[in-house]
């Protein structure tokens, strides 16, 4: 049973593009949590997200950041136009369910020039 | 708000010490305690959850305790070795049912020198 997947793991980006990061939870999980660490930071909540619908987004920034999960296929986290603050590891944990232990992927490293 | 502290932040054992590595929270209202370990440019990997109505919970030579009244967790490592070392992060859910939510503590880095 693989674990949580991401890709990938390291991406450059130069100011004002697309970053598109993409996470497959472990087989039969259906929740999916992203985290973001910045540099000397903790680990700090963006989105949780079942199949096709986004739970819980408080953590997100209003701009430019989005999330899915759909019915197919891996979680994106999408950063439009991005900045040299978006610098950082997003992680991916998944869940069997709901308030479970979570499993983190070994997350991508996003560095913007 | 929930708040989340460990301390220390940083630790420098020699091979074959006990040690402990503390965790504080703000809110007492938790679903669960989870401590991970993270290791340099990899993710996190869990090594033991405890939920609210436990104590504690062991595996191997760790051993996780939880007093959820005072908000304060504790990690023991028993003969410690150069393989432990990493960072150890705790974190805590608020609840099941409002929100899946991990908060995260900054971590303690641990080094353990043969």
Known sequence: NAGVMQNPRHLVRRRGQE???RCSPMK????VYWYRQLPEEGLKF????????IIDESGMPKERFSAEFPKEGPSILRIQQVVRGDSAA?????????????????GTQLSVL | KQEVTQIPAALSVPEGENLVLNCSFTDSAIYNLQWFRQDPGKGLTSLLLIQSSQREQTSGRLNASLDKSSGRSTLYIA??????????LCAVRRGETSGSRLTFGEGTQLTVNP
């Open chain 1, 19 to 21: 970053a598109r990061l």
């Open chain 1, 28 to 31: 039969g999980h259906s929740h």
């Open chain 2, 79 to 88: 003969a410690s070795q150069p393989g432990d070392s990493a960072t150890y």
């Open chain 1, 46 to 53: 963006m989105v949780y997200l079942q199949k096709e619908n």
């Open chain 1, 90 to 106: 997003y992680f991916c944990a998944s869940s069997p369910l709901r308030g479970e232990k979570l499993f983190f992927g070994s």
